[in-house]
């Protein structure tokens, strides 16, 4: 009480302060909006084929992928954990699943079951190696099982892709809303339920304040471990539904699809305005993220530059997005 009460006087006195805090908080929480819009001006600037509606609708349909599995790593993120294994768990389950549907020849909906099942059951594994094993960080497990679950996917189907898919299975990826993608509408229907279930509910709650402090979580009562798995468990069954929309865009399950989709998973995460420390980070910011990826590739599309070119690009927008984070640490510290 003391100390807030000493803050709020040194705010009241020195104006400046108070100014600088006031910037702080704007740029925190609306610096990566202010971001995308930025880069959607000078984009429309350059190339006045962007703010076309088809390619606007591209776009949605693009980042869509990615906004799914970025949700899901927001949660091990909010942790102060990270979940490499996700492209491993997208490309295991859209496989299991097309070993149901196409060689089997069972229903579209028990394979979509399945799909969602493994990418659960994947997503609990890791948080049962991180919990009961006790490693030190969930870099090390995820590691581990991204190897595991793409080996499985290559092992399962001779490292030959799957193809042939229904109309049901093909739906989310493929089909629109008037021009709205339904894919994009999924990924809206995902972020208010994430939304709510991150600022409505104590086990939202809980997921923060482990974030915030693991040990002081641990000591007010907070079941931690259960709390982790269910984080991994929840990552495992968007990496699964991001790999749905994936065979809608393909009509085809590959062994090696979602390479490196963790890597853009983490960036939209962390362009965002989420933190790798833990407890701080939003469901809309994530959204944003993942716009802000699509976006800029689209945008290096239109201009012609190369697909190396882009990877350099993407990699200095991450570094950046990271040291903004050390900044902004360092200026709470203050």
Not at 53 to 75: E, F, K, T, V
């Amino acid at each position: 009480m003391m100390e807030q009460r000493s803050l709020e006087f040194g705010t009241k006195a020195n104006p400046a302060l108070k100014e600088r805090r006031n910037w702080r908080f704007i740029i925190n929480k609306f610096g990566a909006l202010f971001g995308l819009v930025g880069l959607c001006v000078i984009l429309s600037i350059l190339t006045p084929s962007f703010l076309k509606a088809d390619n606007l609708m591209n776009i949605a349909r693009q980042s869509s992928i990615n906004a799914l599995l970025s949700l899901g790593m927001l949660l091990p993120i909010l942790t102060a954990g990270i979940d490499l294994s996700v492209g491993s768990i997208l490309a295991f389950a859209i496989i299991s699943a097309g070993i149901v549907t196409v060689t089997w020849g069972m229903s579209p909906i028990l394979a979509i079951i399945v799909c969602l099942g493994i990418g659960a059951l994947a997503g609990w594994l890791n948080g049962i190696l991180l919990t009961k094993l006790r490693l030190p960080h969930p870099f090390i497990s995820t590691l581990g099982t991204m190897n595991i679950f793409r080996g499985l996917a290559l092992i399962v189907t001779g490292a030959s892709p799957i193809f042939g898919f229904s109309y049901a299975m093909n739906f989310v990826g493929q089909e629109n809303v008037g021009i709205i993608p339904v894919s994009f509408l999924l990924v809206i229907v995902a972020c208010i339920g994430f939304h709510m279930f991150l600022t409505r509910t104590s086990t939202g709650k809980y997921i923060y304040a482990i974030g915030g402090n693991k040990e002081a979580a641990r000591l007010s009562g907070i079941p931690v471990d259960r709390i982790l798995i269910l984080v991994y468990t929840i990552s495992g069954v968007m990496a699964a539904l991001g790999g749905l929309v994936l065979i809608g865009r393909t009509n085809s399950a590959s062994p090696i699809a979602g390479l490196s989709y963790e890597l853009d998973a983490i960036a939209a995460v962390i362009i965002g305005g989420a933190s790798f420390f833990g407890g701080v980070g939003t469901v809309w910011g994530t959204l944003i993220g993942a716009m802000i990826i699509a976006v800029l590739r689209n945008g290096l599309n239109l201009l012609g530059t190369s697909s190396d070119l882009q990877t350099i690009i993407i990699g200095l927008v991450i570094i950046a997005a990271v040291y903004v984070d050390v900044l902004r640490r360092k200026g709470d510290k203050k």
